[in-house]
Every structure is written in C-alpha cells, then in structure tokens.
C-alpha cells in the first residue's frame, strides 16, 4: 500500500529511505510497517488501520489508470498533458510539476541524485518523468479532497503549496474537462476521474466505508485486490474494537428484553433551567494559550479570560461552559509523559491528583472570580468528576491504600519495576513496570511501597477492558464502603463550585459492569486480565455492593435539594438506565454522533422510535454532540460543508442537551491530547464556517426552548411517490406556547421527494376502561403543528435556512402532509408557523395558486404587491 508524504514530514518524522518508492510515496508493505509508521506519527494520532485504507485506495486507483489505459486509451497520460499544455500553457504545467516535486519529492530527487529539472528530462522504467509526476499529482489532489483523510492531511499530504504557488487548481479543472470527454468506464459507466471520486463521494466520512464501496462495486476488475481490502477491513475492524470506549459497532438502543424490576422508572426531575442548557467544551491549558494568542498578552489564569470571550459565547446562545482538566492534576502522570516524549507534556487531566482548582490556573480565586463573570452572562459552569479512579500518587494512596484494588504479589514473572520512583510523597513509592517506558508493554498494575512498613502491593491502574490499562492511575475499589462514601463525599464538594458535573466513565462504576471487569462470574471472565482468580457469584457481589453506586448519589442529591445538573459518560446500552432508573439528569448519546457520521439512518431513526415507543422521557435526557475529546474533531468526521451543518441542526434542534466541541465552531482539525498545554497546529477559526454557525446555528440555539422538551414532540417517516419509507430523511416538529417548528435533513449523498404526513407511534400514559395507563398514538403533521382542517384556512411559514417564507393550504397539509424535495446532505428549518384565514377574494388562494409552493421572501409583501398589481389593472 502507498500513498504522499511530503518532503516536510519526511524530514520531520525521518521516516527509514526503504519505505519509499521511486515515485515518492511511501510504501506499507505489511501490517507491521503500517504499524510501525503510525507510531511515528504521534502528532496526529494516526491509527494502522487508517493509514493502512488510505494506501490501498491509492494503490487502487493507479491500478484502475492503468487498467483504463490498458483498455480505452494508452495515450491517456500523455493527451491529457498535451490538452493541458494547449489550454493553459507548457511553461504553467511545468511550473506545478516543478512544485509537486519539490513538495513531494521523488525518490532520486530527494536524495539528491538529480535536480527537479533533470528528473523531469528523464524516464523511470521506460516511463517519461513528468507523466509519472502528472498522475501523482492527480492522486495527491483525490487525497485532499477526500474527507475521510482530512485528518491526515495537513502532517502528511498538505497541497496547499501547490495552491499557493502553481496553477494546481486551474490544471485539476482542466482535468476534469479532459476526462469528461473520454470514453466511460467501469461498472458504473463513469468518466475516469468521476469514478475515481465516487467512493469519497458516496462515503465521504468513512475510508472503511469507502473500501466497502469499491470492494461491491469494482469487483469485476479488481482481482487480487479483494483478499488486500478484506484485510483491509479487518484491521480497521480490530482496531475500531481495541480503542473504542464500547466494542463494535454502535448498536441500535432497543429496549425489548428490559425488566421492569430490575430496571424500574425513576426519573429526577428537573430544574427549571436544565432543559435550555447549551454546553461548549474547552481543554482549559490549550484554550487559554489560544486567547493569549488572539489577544497578545499573557491569560494563563480563569481569572484573564477575557469578558469578550464570555460575551461572545452568551451571544451566540451557550448557557453552559465546560472546562476540562481544572483540577489539580498528578505529578506522577506529568512527569511520566514526559520521560515518554513530550518535555511539555502536562498530566493528564483524567489523573487527578486532588480536587482543587489547579494552582497553574489561579486556584480558587480565579475559578470564582471566572464563575462570578460567566453568571452574570447566564452561563454556568461544568467541570470533569473521575470517580473510577484517582492519580497514580494522590494523597489517597498513601493515606488509604486499602481503598485500591491490589494484590500482594506481582501478577506476572515478567513484570519488573526498575524505574524512578513517582511519588512525591516521602510516606510511599510508586513504580510503573518498566516496560511501559519501553513501549511494549501497559502492564495492568504498578508497584506500591510503604517506606516505613517496607509493605509491598501492586495495585491496578484504571481499566475499562476495552484498551489499555490507563497507566497513570489507580483504581479505586467499589466493594468497599468506605470508598463510595470518600466518593460521594468528593463529588458533593465539587458541586459546590460547580452547578453541572460530568462524570467520566460513569458506566464502570455500575453493579454489573464493576462485577463484570473487576470480579467476575466464574465463567464469564477475561475483560481485565488476572482478574478471573477473584470472581464472584452474583449473589457474593450482592452482599459487598447491594445498592448501584449511582443510585446512591442521586438520592443524596435529592436529598439535599441541590441544584446541580448530574451528567453521566455512559456507553455499552446503558444510556437509557442511566437516566430512567438511576435518576441522572442527562447521559452521553454517542449513537448520534456515530450512525450520523457513518450515515447509518436507518439505525438511527429506529433508535428514536424505540424510544419513543418505551419512554419519551429519555429522550430530551440525552447529550449530542459530534465531537468530544475522546473522538476525533468534528471537522475530521463530518467536514465543513452541507453534511456538518445539517447533522448540528439536528444536534441544536432535537430535544436532549447539545454539546460543543472545543474548535468546533472554529473549524480547528487538532485533536487535543489530555496532556496538552497549549494547541501545536498553528490554526486560525476559519471565518466562513464561523459566519455560517452564526446564519444558521446559533439563532436556533437561542430558541432553545422551542426544542428542548418532549411532551410536543413528533418524529415522522418520510414517504416517497412510490410508498416507501426512505429512512435517510430525519424529520420532526415541536412546540412550545404559540410558537412550532418542523425540521428536515436528509443525511446522504443523494436527492429524494416525498411527503410528511404522520407521525411514528410515541408512549403515553393515559387511562383507558380497561384501566391501562400506556398506549401507543400516532399524530398527523397538520395536528401536531396545531392547524385548522378548514378550506379557507392557510398555513404561512419560514424556511430559517432559505431565509424564505411559504404559504400552504392547512387543508393539504391535513389530507396530504407536506411536500418536500431534497438534495444530498440538505435540510430545512421551518418556523414561525401562522395561520391566516382567507377572505371573500379569495387573496390566500390565489397567492398560493401563483407561487405554486415558491418561497418568497415575504409572503405579506408579495402579497400587496399583487393586488396592487392587481387594482391597478
């Protein structure tokens, strides 16, 4: 497999010269080389898998040139050349291949063996230079235009030299005018580049999704390609299982096996404001070196941040400010990371070493002064709780060791424990196995030394079973009594600074999970390793752990009447448990994210209407977002353009909690390692996108109450002309008072027409004469829009994306529903519904018979300016 690397990373990462082709590209040859190249590229947290897919759909594509040219044209190369020299010029082609070298050198030129200018002169295996330079810049150009590699691109592929300094973008025009007046070819019957394009286009999001495409559809040309690309799909497969917070594939939330004893109802309500709250995300160390950079002075204190700041994101709607890795981290966790690479590197803002606002940021002062300022804006403030686990050397580990999960003797003969000593603290040492240093090895404990006793306990580190131990802390122990009062004791203290507590990994920390990774039934270990040898019965883990944790915090809360928002990380179909039988205020939906992004439609409207059909009240619990700092940015997963919008009006307009990412709005493509103290991709906002969030997305934020609740909300099928169901399109209405709106996004590359007309079913209590208090209902659109079923009655309302205003007969839109015409990754905002009577003339008829279903920008004004027209003649 191969694909372009540029002359920069080539020198920056000193990739070994045998992994390159004469061409330039670098080569995987295996699966080791694959891997061992992306743990060279740290900066971008590249993954085999990944890099692996975008080899192959390169080395595809040249074979599907050569096939082309070995069936329709052997002159392709060369005529496209000659065209190109014709409409734009020898010395303008030659310019861009001049730069293409120097960007992405060859092989030969790169060591040095011949200038730009003589490997240009020459041939390679009987091939002439610049034909072979041309056709790589045609690869190049599909790399960057593909969205699924965006987030390589910038450290690896980059052309915007090419831009800047060649007629790159006027030769890629020519090319596509040249190809499109070629024969046609392959299964598909496409122009060459057309078809080279089509899996990006089809699978913009998705590089597995994209060797799918080609495996099903170029299977008659593609030979022994089809045992690489199942390979292929295998290793992103194992990859996407080893690092995932949940193994596989998201599934579809379905609620058909759930006990009604074990997981009963018991919701808690809310407070007033929650419904309405709007979260952005900042990783606290990398958002203040960003102002600082902005402003030109130096904010590294709660207390700098700028009032502008605040204003802007109260402006834009946000009622809720996120700052991740406030608290006082571990010295341990710091100093590990950076014995690892990064002599930057902060600790971990997940291994906490107490629960104090960290001195580097101001300390109590600065985060009261920050709380005090943001308020006054109406924005509360939310902070991280990590109940799973502590730092590697919090004080806890000294003062209470028994409260750990440890053993007495080391697991493995193998493990050793030779390095420094973490700790700080002169009561205790602290080892990690040495192996970890070495990377081969994240051993599941680390060694623990009483200095005074000289006892010896190797404790675990954190661990969920899904990936590697987290090797900078400690795992608490949930059987003990004493931890989940120290716990609860803990989180109690953080919401007095903070009115919206997010809980990591909160899924852990459930009776069945705990018991599953830490002591599980006999028979049904193998999740932690060495864990097996202390398994339990369920009826034994009972007796340790009788009531949920969690159960236990929220009636605490309750309890003491607090007003702080709980909010669980949960995963593994434990969201709806989460929020309906544990009692927190909202849960993590990362189905949102994940069947949107991979455009699995169908998986997510079927989720909405389980829930629906269960219990509504779930759903205005959940928190979406497209992003968050375990995932990679939402510019890497969804781009800049129809599909990234359209999927954050879902996000801003469906009930539950939005949540932002941090340099989401800005359009940032670094994902900010944990560690960070400061952003290393010199990125400035993009101001289109920025522009285009301020159109289309921050007014439906401030109409968040529109959309925040459940009790109006309907969720509706699409009909196409011929009766089915297209579950591409995503629809639904809400109300709140006088005021309704209806959404529309269609989330594929694809145009559809149909019609909106009723509802799916959706639960409500309702007593009948057979005394059941649930039944299943559906809704039209026209009723649950609040419209009159009158002939003369007319419906007027705005498209906010269109900016234009429509006129429909109320009557239609109760026997027929509404017509809607889609074209790929486009939605519709409807609002500011009003229905007008019509009168002796008839006037709404008529207006509505010219348009014809046109928009206008006012209806009011075509309306007089019409019958003006009208009187006048």
Known sequence: MEFHISRKAREKYNFDESLFRLSGTVVLSDFKTVRHVAAQLEDVNAQAGELNAMGLLHEVFHYVVRLYRQEKNPQLLENSMEQLQKNLSKKTLDKALRVFAREFPPTSVYRGEYTIDEYMKGTTEGIPNRQILMEELMMLWLNNVNPACQSYKKELFDDTALKKHSAYQAIIEQLELFFAAQPFFGPKNQNLLAMLRSPAVTVPHSLGGQLEYIREYWEPLLGDFQARLLSGLDLLEEEEKFRGLGPGETPVLDFSGVSCDEEYERFTADRHWMPRLVLIAKSTHVWLDQLSKTYNRTISRLDQIPDEELDKLAHHGFTGLWLIGLWERSRASRRIKQMCGNPEALASAYSIYEYRPADDLGGEEALNNLKHRAWQRGIRLASDMVPNHMGIDSPWLAEHPDWFLSLDYCPYPSYSFNGPNLSSDPRVSIFLEDHYYEHTDAAVVFKWVNNHSGDVRYIYHGNDGTSMPWNDTAQLNYLNPEVREAVIRTIFSVSVKFPVIRFDAAMTLTKRHFQRLWFPEPGFGGDI?????????????????????????????????????????????????????????????????????????????????????????????????????????????????????????????????????????????????????????????????????????????????????????????????????????????????????????????????????????????????????????????????????????????????????????????????????????????????????????????????????????????????????????
């Open 529 to 873: 390793p060495t864990r097996a040898g202390n398994g339990m019965t369920k009826g034994e883990f009972h007796l340790h752990m009788p009531e949920e944790f969690w159960r236990q915090v929220v009636d605490r809360f309750a309890g003491a009447n607090s007003d702080t928002l709980l909010l669980a990380e949960a995963f593994w179909l434990m969201e709806a448990y989460f929020v309906r039988t544990l009692g927190m205020h909202r849960v993590y939906n990362s189905a949102f994210m994940n069947f949107l992004k991979n455009e699995h439609n169908e998986q997510f409207r079927s989720s909405i209407k389980n829930v629906l059909q269960f219990n509504r009240g779930i759903l205005k619990r959940f928190v979406n977002f497209v992003n968050n700092p375990d995932e990679e940015t939402a510019v890497a997963q969804f781009g800049k353009d129809d599909k990234y919008f359209g999927v954050c009006t879902l996000m801003v307009t469906l009930p539950g909690l939005p949540m932002f990412g941090h340099g989401q709005i800005e359009g940032f493509a670094e994902k900010y390692g944990m560690e960070y103290p400061c952003a290393y991709w010199d990125e400035t906002p993009d101001q289109h996108l920025v522009e285009r969030h301020e159109r289309e997305i921050f007014p439906l934020i401030r109409k968040r109450y529109l959309f925040a609740d459940v009790e109006q909300f309907l969720f509706y099928d699409f009909y196409t002309p011929e009766g089915l169901v297209n579950e591409d399109v995503i629809a639904f209405s809400n109300r709140f008072a006088d005021e309704r709106a209806l959404v529309i996004y269609h989330n594929k590359y694809a145009e559809t027409t149909g019609w909106i007309k009723t509802s799916v079913p959706f639960l409500i209590k309702k007593d009948d004469e057979n005394g059941n208090n649930e039944t299943l209902i559906l809704k039209d659109l026209a009723a649950g829009l609040g419209l009159t079923p009158k002939d003369n009655y007319y419906t007027i309302f705005r498209d906010h994306t269109a900016g234009l205003e429509y006129i429909r007969s109320s009557k239609e839109l109760f026997e027929k529903g509404l017509y809607v015409e889609l074209k790929a990754f486009k939605k519709h905002v409807l609002l500011d519904f009003r229905e007008v009577e019509d009168n002796r003339e008839a006037i709404y008829s008529q207006l509505a018979g010219m348009l014809k279903g046109k928009g206008v920008p006012r209806i009011d004004d075509t309306l007089r300016r019409h019958f003006l027209n009208l009187h006048n003649s």
